[in-house]
């Protein structure tokens, strides 16, 4: 069929309209679909008129049952021809059609409605195909309970729909209930089932702090929870929400298979005709010509060609999203089979991103005076580092001064008027020689360093853990490229190289600055690599705009970073990253299959047309045929099985065992 599987519209289902909490994801009935229900009548149509036919019935019966199988299997691939040509464009399905009247207006009664059955039967398999892709991804939002209990200010219970839930509210989960919002553990431990939302196979504790999602279902203790998330930006919905989105964009491959498909269907009917009018100018009979003809534009329609392309992709799509990485478009899943090269942010990247003040070095003022001082110039800021500094200074329960005049610049620090002085916090920069910050780097840590009226007062020394899953993943990554990692990062060399040597990086760049960073993706660009940039926070995001692909943890980072990326790790697990890659060139592996199975097809059956005498039913169910194989080989990245294969790395240039983010502003 020419029409590609849209899965956007089966995507969508008000929030408010939650299945129970009891609820399974739902499958999409065959008969539920149209294109199923007209192909059953004309099916069942076809084997009434069969049966009379051979029972020796009236003629006029059989005739009325043949015209009723013609009308429903016929008449919407008709109505869609038609529109298209109105738009001045040929549509293969068109000539389908055209096919079979001309093969009844020749006495292939017969054939002809065959020709409409199997037609009509691969659309709806196609249409299922959609469906259940759809399906697939759909489901997420059916494990969503209908309805919360909400606490409210003097402790009462209320049910309210989980649609209806705001941040900040605190909701009751009790046991054995799903979790109804995104939220914050506020009192309680239980054991919480993520295996829907993040793959795990075993129940996760959960306690004060700890962060739940909805859909997910609670073990054998209560919990309160702080909603943090409103029902349209909860993990699931963002999942469906980026999938649909990326179901409505075409791959550059199907972009050029329907270009091409145009000028093909004209030259098809071009060559048709002529198939038809050179024989009978020579003298040809003319039912045997007109019938050769005919099979020969079946059997030479590009239906199956249309659709390698899209379902494997798309199929791609909503498994990755189903295990939270949410890929943007179908251009960007064809793009991340490509890439040869990675780049890696440090600070909340390969590393938690939570660094803590470890050291303090005061220059003229006392331990206390410097972190206040940093502390209170950074309390504006989001950035890692600074919610460091502040932590520390509550820890050690100092009162901040007032701040004012605050400014942020990405990749140098801060700066703000505190106690009437300016002070500013960040980079070394020409300090960088200074004892102290060269003794702290040289430690591993990252040096930060405190300036009030442009003098040094301190420097702070921070640091930060790997994130459990980084090692895994810069060897899952390294065995699909060829080559490590690079680590990008703004952070000292030192510090760098120390967290480099723990998880298996051999070139780092360090104290890099945003256009550092895509200074340095452009130079992996102008070496002929295909570069994968994969960051969290906003001095990463011009790098994920100049890399061949981006792709930003989801969990902790920036609004410009997720925007700028192509896809997204929603639960920052590392190892979904090679994991998406190696999905990808597996789904562009299906798609080069489709494509050669669709050739391979048209190509034996044109020469058996041309060469001998193709049976009209045989042409049809070998077209028909290799539309439908076409469409379930790329139904095979549906299943479970495609993304544990790509944990486990199973590509041409993998390898790796099963794979499961240094502070820079």
Not at 36 to 54: D, E, G, N, P, S
Not at 468 to 481: N, S
Not at 512 to 529: H, I, N, S, T, Y
Request: glycine share 10%; with cysteine.
């Amino acid at each position: 069929m020419s029409a590609t599987p849209q899965s956007s519209a089966l995507l969508t289902r008000p929030a408010a309209a939650a299945a129970p909490a009891t609820a399974r994801p739902r499958r999409t009935r065959v008969l539920a679909l149209p294109e199923a229900r007209w192909a059953a009548a004309a099916t069942a149509a076809f084997l009434a008129a069969l049966a009379v036919q051979l029972l020796d019935g009236p003629a006029r019966a059989s005739g009325a049952l043949f015209a009723a199988a013609y009308l429903a299997g016929g008449w919407e691939p008709a109505l869609a021809g038609l529109r298209a040509l109105r738009e001045r464009t040929l549509d293969v399905d068109l000539l389908m059609v055209v096919a079979a009247l001309g093969a009844a207006a020749i006495g292939q009664v017969l054939d002809g409605a065959l020709l409409i059955v199997i037609f009509a039967t691969s659309g709806a398999l196609e249409a299922l195909a959609t469906a259940r892709t759809a399906d697939s991804v759909r489901g997420l939002l059916d494990l969503a309970p209908a309805t919360a209990c909400r606490l409210t200010a003097d402790g009462r219970e209320e049910g309210v729909p989980t649609a209806a839930l705001a941040v900040g509210d605190t909701v009751l989960v009790r046991p054995g209930e799903r979790i109804g919002a995104d939220g914050l553990v506020l009192d309680g431990r239980s054991e919480v089932d993520q295996a829907t939302i993040t793959g795990e196979p075993l129940p996760v504790a959960r306690t004060v702090g700890d962060e739940v999602y909805a859909g997910t279902l609670n073990g054998a203790g209560a919990l309160r929870i702080r909603v943090e998330r409103d029902a349209a930006d909860s993990v699931i919905a963002r999942i469906v929400a980026m999938v649909q989105e990326a179901s409505e964009t075409k791959a550059p491959t199907q972009l050029f298979v329907e270009k091409v498909e145009q000028r093909y269907a004209a030259a098809l009917v071009a060559a048709t005709l002529l198939l038809f009018a050179v024989p009978l100018a020579l003298g040809a009979e003319l039912t045997g010509t007109l019938l050769r003809a005919m099979t020969f534009m079946i059997v030479a329609s590009p239906c199956a060609v249309v659709l390698a392309t899209m379902p494997p992709l798309l199929c791609a799509i909503a498994t990755a999203g189903r295990h939270g990485v949410l890929v943007k478009s179908a251009v960007v899943m064809e793009r991340l089979g490509q890439v040869d090269a990675v780049a890696l942010d440090k600070t909340g990247t390969l590393t938690e991103g939570t660094p803590r003040v470890v050291e303090l070095r005061p220059l003229g003022v006392t331990e206390g005076e410097l972190l206040a001082l940093a502390a209170a110039a950074e309390h504006p800021s989001e950035h890692p580092l600074a919610r460091a500094v502040v932590a520390a200074a509550r820890e050690r329960g100092l009162a901040l001064p007032g701040a004012s005049d605050f400014t942020s610049t990405p990749g140098v620090g801060v700066r703000a008027v505190v106690g009437g002085a300016v002070v500013a916090v960040g980079a070394p920069g020409p300090y960088r020689a200074h004892p102290a910050v060269t003794e702290l780097e040289e430690g591993g840590r990252t040096a930060v360093l405190v300036l009030r009226d442009g003098e040094p007062v301190g420097v702070l020394g921070l640091a930060d853990r790997p994130r459990e899953q980084a090692a895994a993943a810069v060897r899952g990554l390294t065995a699909l490229t060829g080559r490590p990692p690079v680590l990008l990062t703004g952070d000292n060399r030192r510090a760098a190289e120390h967290l480099a040597r723990e998880v298996g990086l051999t070139d780092v760049r360090g104290g890099l600055l945003p256009q550092d960073k895509v200074a340095a993706v452009r130079e992996l660009a102008d070496a002929g690599r295909r570069v994968l940039m994969v960051g969290d926070g906003v001095n990463d995001a011009p790098a994920l705009a100049a890399a061949h692909t981006g792709v930003a943890l989801g969990r902790a980072g920036s609004d410009l970073a997720l925007e700028t990326a192509d896809a997204v790790v929603v639960r920052d697990e590392l190892t979904a990253v090679a994991a998406v890659v190696a999905l990808s060139r597996r789904a562009r592996r299906l798609v080069v299959q489709n494509l050669v199975i669709a050739g391979a097809f048209i190509t034996v059956l044109v020469l058996w047309d041309l060469a001998g005498t193709l049976p009209l039913p045989l042409g049809v169910a070998g077209h028909e045929g290799s539309t439908v194989i076409v469409g379930l080989n790329g139904l095979r990245l549906l299943r479970e099985r495609a993304w544990l294969r790509a944990l486990r790395q199973e590509a041409p240039n993998g390898g790796a065992g099963k794979t499961r983010g240094a502070l820079s502003r």
